[in-house]
C-alpha cells in the first residue's frame, strides 16, 4: 500500500499520537496471525538471572518497563528540513580507550572478530557537567563503553566547534549480557537505552550460510537500561525475547501515548519488526516489514542499504521518521544517512518510505561500523559516527592505537 491510502484512523492508533489514543495493532487489524497471537511476541518480564550485568556495580533495579516510564526526547518540528541541515562533513572527537579496555578489542585483522558495533549521544544533565557517549561491543560479552568528555559541559548544542579537537576518554565498560554477546547498533531515547543482543558467534562464523557446519544460531534479545545516571547505567528486568532471529539494529521511541515503540532490524535490516508497548507494560509485535516492500519518494535516489544503526525519531505532528547509518560499499565506500517515513498499512505490516539520503565525509569514522542520530533540540538534530576500534591516526583498516575516533556531523 502506498504511503499517502494510510488513514487518519491506523495513524492515530498505531502510533498513539493523541495522548488519549490507546493503541493495539492486533485489536484494530483484522490479522490473527502469529505475529499477533503468538506467544513469542511478547516482552519477557521475568527475572533475567544469568543473563543479568558482570559488574556488581551494575545492579538491576528489578524494575519492567512500565507506560508513561522514563523521559524522552524533544519532538522536531520538521524532520526533513533538519536532516537537510545537517554538515556532510564530519568534526573530530578523541576518545582515549582508557585503562579498562578489554582486550579483545585488539584483533586488527578483518573482518574484526570484536570491533564497536553502535554509538549515542546521553541527553545532557540538569546539573551540568561533562558531555558523555555511549558505544556498543562484541566481545566475550555484550559491551556498553561509557566515554566522558569533560572538556565540554554538558548541555544542548554541539560537542565540537571550538578551535581544539573535544577529547575525553572511556571511563566505564559493563558487561550486559553473557550469552547475548554481540550488541549492535542501538538508541536512547531521554533516559532509556534499548540494545539488540545476539548469540555469540565470530565474525568468520557469521559469513557460513544458515544450515552449515559452524553457522551461528540466530537467536536475540532486546534489552534496556536507565541511563538517568550516564555514569552508571543500570539494566532494567524487561527484555524483548527474539528465538530464530537477529537484532542488529534496535530503535526506540515513546509516543504522546506514554507507550513506547521499539524497532528491531534481523538480517542486516532487510527485515524489521516493531513492538508497541500493552497497558500492562509487556509489548506485542505490531507490525513486520521486508526490505522488498520498500516504497521511495520521487527523487531520492540511492536504495535500501545494510544498515547498521537504526534510530527513531517524532516529529512534532506526529509523524514517525527512521535514520539509517552506514557505509556503501563497505569499508571503501561513503558514509550515509538515509531518512525513511514509518507508517502502518494494516494487517500487520508496515509501510517504508525513503524520503532522503544524505552522503558525508567521516575522519576516522566508519558508519559500517557505528552511526547515529541525535535529536538536540526541537529544531537541530546532530550526526555521529565512530571507528571499528582503537587507532593511530585515521586511516581504514585501523592502524592499532589508543584512540577511537569519533565524528560529529551539525
Known amino acids: ?155 544542548p548544542g554541539p560537542i565540537t566547534g571550538g578551535t581544539s579537537v573535544p577529547t575525553g576518554s572511556i571511563t566505564r565498560v559493563l558487561d550486559i549480557d553473557t550469552v ?42 532486546v534489552l534496556f537500561f536507565d541511563v538517568s545516571d550516564p555514569s552508571n547505567p543500570v539494566k532494567l528486568n524487561t527484555y524483548i525475547d527474539r528465538p530464530g532471529t537477529t537484532a542488529g539494529a534496535v530503535g526506540l521511541l515513546k509516543q504522546e501515548s506514554g507507550k513506547w515503540l521499539v524497532l528491531a532490524g534481523g538480517t542486516d535490516s532487510n527485515e524489521l519488526d516493531l513492538y508497541v508497548q500493552n497497558d500492562d507494560g509487556s509489548f506485542h509485535k505490531a507490525a513486520h516489514w521486508s526490505k522488498n516492500e520498500l516504497v521511495t519518494a520521487v527523487g531520492v535516489s540511492g536504495g535500501y542499504k545494510s544498515y547498521q544503526t537504526l534510530n527513531l525519531v517524532l516529529q512534532t505532528d506526529g509523524a514517525i521518521y527512521m535514520v539509517g547509518t552506514t557505509r556503501s560499499p563497505t569499508m571503501i565506500g561513503r558514509d550515509y544517512f538515509d531518512l525513511f517515513k514509518v507508517q502502518p498499512s494494516g494487517g500487520g505490516r508496515a509501510t517504508i518510505t525513503f524520503v532522503a539520503s544524505k552522503a558525508v565525509r567521516s575522519r576516522g569514522a566508519d558508519f559500517s561500523a557505528a552511526g547515529a542520530i541525535y535529536v538536540d533540540t526541537s529544531t537541530n538534530m546532530i550526526g555521529y559516527g565512530s571507528s571499528w576500534l582503537p587507532g593511530t591516526g585515521t586511516s581504514n583498516p585501523v592502524v592499532p592505537g589508543n584512540t577511537i575516533h569519533v565524528n560529529e556531523f551539525v
Open 180 to 221: 547475548y554477546t554481540h550488541a549492535g547498533g542501538f538508541q536512547i531515547q531521554g533516559n532509556l537505552l534499548a540494545v539488540g543482543v545476539e548469540k555469540g558467534c565470530n565474525a568468520m562464523n557469521r559469513m557460513i550460510p544458515k544450515g552449515l557446519p559452524g553457522a551461528c544460531e540466530k537467536a536475540s534479545r
Open 1 to 155: 500500500m502506498h504511503a499517502t491510502s494510510i488513514s487518519a484512523t491506523y495513524l492515530l492508533l498505531f502510533f498513539g499520537t493523541v495522548t488519549s489514543a490507546v493503541y493495539d495493532f492486533c485489536a484494530a487489524s483484522d490479522d490473527s496471525s502469529s505475529s499477533c497471537a503468538g506467544d513469542e511476541s511478547y516482552l519477557l518480564q521475568a527475572d533475567v538471572g544469568a543473563h543479568k550485568a558482570k559488574d556488581s556495580s551494575h545492579r538491576s533495579h528489578d524494575l519492567n518497563l512500565q507506560v508513561g516510564s522514563g523521559t524522552s526526547d524533544p519532538t522536531v518540528d520538521d524532520v526533513m528540513a533538519t536532516f537537510n541541515a545537517m554538515s556532510t562533513n564530519g568534526a573530530a572527537i578523541d576518545i582515549d580507550q582508557g585503562s579498562s579496555w578489554p582486550s579483545k578489542y585488539k584483533s586488527y585483522f578483518l573482518p574484526y572478530t570484536y570491533h564497536i558495533e553502535g554509538i549515542q549521544r546521553f541527553r545532557p544533565s540538569p546539573a551540568g557537567g561533562s558531555s558523555y557517549l555511549a558505544l556498543s561491543g562484541s566481545g566475550a560479552d555484550a559491551n556498553i563503553f561509557i566515554a566522558e568528555i569533560p572538556s565540554r559541559a554538558s548541555g
